[in-house]
């Protein structure tokens, strides 16, 4: 079962967004992203283009250790300003019969991935062996994600760095991981598939505070998880993305994603690729298909927009992925790939 993640597309503002304002309650907050102190100066120097060598999707610790029911809790941040339990009062309410002891509890530190705590199992029921599949497909080359950081330099604290980030296509042989990889680009992240400089994504006020790159302002990334050769796409809302960066900027580790999926986009994932895994749930109303989406709809902890609010249900998942990352060098725009066939469609 070929398995992989790739990023797709994505969009950010220009403007770095407020965090939302929990409301009153007795939780401390929990872990966030190093703030932008006031009185850097602006990054000068080389560019690097770093790209995701290891990925972690949450059952493993970052060292590579198995932990299929623990390792979620050390990816993500506090996107919510607050360290929620099972006794936590001000949230959102559960959604489909939710219990608030199984849905509200955050991770070390008040990390927010109810992703990882309660849909990562779902899929590892699908493909049991996700993270080795996608992990070889990057060692492979068959993907990357790549931040070219364009006047990084080597200062440990500076801002006004423009970011772009990039999706890798096949780069037809395994990496080096020695700076001289050129890695072809997904046209699915160019606004103009003609010119490689066009990315959709672009964080232009992103920072670095004691070696740690900040992606700054926040924006929507799509990540793509691919399981049998069908794609689900998990659109990461109000994302923030961190990195340690080695001295030499030659790579980083200790990377983060973090942000917030709305949940029925989510469904609506699920349902278009489950069919790849049984016949039966072409049926959208298969009681077993059924199932697995009242799981996932009872995974809402948050708002869709990162903020709680106590009087209505909650209508997003929150999610935290890891990454290690190293330098490589933008590569020729690829061919568009073509869709998976489709696994409820007649047999000619």
């Known amino acids: 079962m070929a398995t992989s993640l790739a990023v797709l597309g994505c969009g950010s503002d220009t403007v770095s967004e407020k965090p939302p304002v929990p409301p009153p309650s007795e939780d401390p907050a929990g872990l966030a992203p190093p703030e932008e102190p006031e009185g850097l100066s602006t990054c000068e120097g080389a560019g690097k283009v770093m790209a995701m060598s290891q990925i972690f999707l949450g059952d493993t610790k970052r060292d590579g250790t198995p932990d299929p029911t623990g390792g979620w809790k050390f990816y993500g941040y506090d996107l919510d300003g607050r360290a929620s339990t099972k006794a936590s009062v001000g949230l959102c309410k559960p959604r489909a019969g939710g219990s608030p002891a199984a849905v509200y509890p955050d991770g070390e530190e008040g990390r927010d991935n109810s992703f990882g705590k309660n849909i990562l199992p779902v899929i590892l029921g699908l493909s049991s062996d996700l993270s080795t599949q996608a992990n070889q497909a990057i060692s492979d080359g068959e993907f990357t994600i790549m931040l070219d950081m364009s006047t990084l330099g080597t200062s440990e604290d500076c801002n006004g760095l423009q970011a772009k980030l990039y999706g890798g296509a096949d780069l037809g042989a395994p990496p080096k991981w020695d700076g001289t990889d050129q890695w072809p680009l997904l046209p699915e992240l160019l606004n103009n598939d003609m010119d490689p400089t066009s990315a959709k994504i672009v964080f232009p006020k992103s920072y670095v505070v004691k070696n740690t790159w900040v992606s700054g302002t926040k924006g929507t990334v799509k990540l793509s998880l691919s399981i049998s050769g069908f794609s689900i796409t998990l659109d990461i809302n109000s994302a923030?993305?961190?990195?340690?960066?080695?001295?030499?900027?030659?790579?980083?580790?200790?990377?983060?994603?973090?942000?917030?999926?709305?949940?029925?986009?989510?469904?609506?994932?699920?349902?278009?690729?489950?069919?790849?895994?049984?016949?039966?749930?072409?049926?959208?109303?298969?009681?077993?298909?059924?199932?697995?989406?009242?799981?996932?709809?009872?995974?809402?902890?948050?708002?869709?927009?990162?903020?709680?609010?106590?009087?209505?249900?909650?209508?997003?998942?929150?999610?935290?992925?890891?990454f290690n990352a190293k330098a490589v060098q933008l590569g020729p725009v690829a061919p568009k790939g073509e869709p998976p066939p489709d696994p409820c469609a007649p047999m000619p």
């Open 240 to 322: 923030v993305i961190t990195v340690d960066l080695d001295a030499d900027r030659n790579g980083g580790t200790n990377g983060t994603i973090a942000g917030v999926i709305e949940t029925e986009a989510l469904i609506s994932e699920i349902t278009k690729v489950a069919a790849a895994f049984d016949e039966s749930f072409c049926d959208p109303m298969s009681p077993t298909l059924q199932s697995i989406l009242n799981q996932i709809r009872q995974a809402s902890d948050i708002m869709k927009n990162g903020s709680q609010d106590p009087a209505v249900e909650c209508d997003g998942i929150s999610i935290g992925l890891g």
